[in-house]
């Protein structure tokens, strides 16, 4: 291949290059958004699971174990800790989300509610370390009200 060759062939791969950053930039951004969106909603998966066991377990559809109880509330209080930082501008849009406008134009609402959640899933555990169950049930139904208010009022169904 002469000089004159590759210098042309190097010319087209430099602006072929240059002519597409501006399309993977947006293409890193929205990907950037999707994965913040993923990860948000695997919180949330993982939440529920450990959560709704709990659930079960105090509304009778499932034995009550007290070591499991305790170590499901383990996960639900530090996950309730990762789900504000779960929510940073932009992640509104970029792939499917069932979180509404709202979380992001309130978000004084929304970060009390995230507080509270935060609050009531610290007492949540407290309570299944005494591994007691009459007095897990109202730790249970507290955390699900909060859950409840933030779905009602920042997630579409």
Known sequence: MSIGSIRTVFATASTAVLLCLPIVGGGAEANRS?????YRQSLYTV???NFG?????VNGKMPY????????SKRVAMLATMLPE???AGSDRGAR???KPEIW????????????????TTK???VAGQRDLASAKPAVAATGKVCKSCHNKFKTD
């Open 34 to 38: 999707a994965q913040q969106i993923e």
């Open 86 to 88: 779960a929510f940073p």
């Open 53 to 57: 066991q709990m659930a079960a377990m």
């Open 65 to 72: 174990d007290p070591e499991r109880f305790e170590t499901l």
């Open 105 to 120: 134009s309130k978000p004084e609402e929304f970060a009390a509610l995230m507080k509270q959640l935060g609050v009531e």
């Open 47 to 49: 939440l529920g699971s």
């Open 97 to 99: 989300t069932e979180a």
């Open 124 to 126: 949540l555990q407290n």
